[in-house]
């Protein structure tokens, strides 16, 4: 995990202008990351600001701290649940590849390129075989890059709880690609 040098003082959005400018991106990118890139991601995404419109008192009120955002974290649960609503009036579930690269290989020959290509999709195909509370837990911790706090928030789940599964998710993931990576060293 890396740490900023200079951290901006944390400042709580008040108005869901605010709130839109601050986390859309945010929200967009997780619904993508589930949905696939598109006007049906968009759509959601902006569906989760409008409920907010509707129902601004239902944002939590406390303010945020450098390890919690309860805002951050209460809009990634909402995209949570309208991303499992498109899923399920879709009629079947289909997960996208991540847009941008899982594992980072530096292009040097068509081999290693090559290579590259093969490690993301037994990383993708390893991440296909987790059950789903496991990779949704690598996702909002690696790929929106949530706290324990706040994907507790997102999953109604103790933050001990979630180190606890995000333990469990690793420790899968490792025995599924762990012999692959390790052989290619």
Same mark, same amino acid.
């Given at each position: 995990?890396?740490?900023?040098?200079?951290?901006?003082?944390?400042?709580?959005?008040?108005?869901?202008?605010?709130?839109?400018?601050?986390?859309?991106?945010?929200?967009?990118?997780?619904?993508?990351?589930?949905?696939?890139?598109?006007?049906?991601?968009?759509?959601?995404?902006?569906?989760?600001?409008?409920?907010?419109?509707?129902?601004?008192?239902?944002?939590?009120?406390?303010?945020?701290?450098?390890?919690?955002?309860?805002?951050?974290?209460?809009?990634?649960?909402?995209?949570?649940? +309208?991303?499992?609503? =498109?899923?399920? !009036?879709?009629? &079947?579930? %289909? *997960?996208?590849?991540?847009? /941008?690269?899982?594992?980072?290989?530096?292009?040097?020959?068509?081999?290693?390129?090559?290579?590259?290509?093969?490690?993301?999709?037994?990383?993708?195909?390893?991440?296909?075989?987790?059950?789903?509370?496991?990779?949704?837990?690598?996702?909002?911790?690696?790929?929106?890059?949530?706290?324990?706090?706040?994907?507790?928030?997102?999953?109604?789940? +103790?933050?001990?709880? =979630?180190?606890? !599964?995000?333990? &469990?998710? %690793? *420790?899968?993931?490792?025995? /599924?690609?762990?012999?692959?990576?390790?052989?290619?060293?």
């Amino acid at each position: 995990m890396r740490k900023a040098l200079w951290t901006a003082p944390v400042v709580q959005a008040t108005t869901p202008t605010e709130l839109l400018d601050r986390y859309f991106p945010l929200v967009l990118g997780y619904v993508s990351a589930r949905l696939g890139p598109g006007p049906e991601a968009e759509d959601t995404a902006i569906a989760v600001f409008g409920e907010l419109c509707l129902h601004p008192k239902r944002l939590p009120n406390s303010t945020p701290t450098e390890a919690d955002d309860p805002a951050r974290a209460y809009l990634v649960g909402m995209a949570r649940r +309208k991303v499992a609503l =498109v899923l399920r !009036l879709r009629g &079947r579930r %289909r *997960e996208q590849p991540l847009e /941008e690269p899982v594992v980072s290989v530096s292009v040097a020959t068509p081999e290693s390129a090559a290579l590259g290509g093969e490690s993301q999709e037994q990383l993708r195909a390893a991440l296909a075989r987790l059950p789903e509370l496991q990779r949704e837990v690598l996702l909002l911790k690696y790929r929106e890059e949530l706290s324990l706090i706040e994907i507790g928030q997102v999953l109604g789940k +103790k933050p001990n709880a =979630v180190g606890q !599964l995000l333990h &469990r998710a %690793r *420790e899968a993931l490792r025995k /599924e690609v762990g012999d692959y990576f390790d052989d290619r060293r």
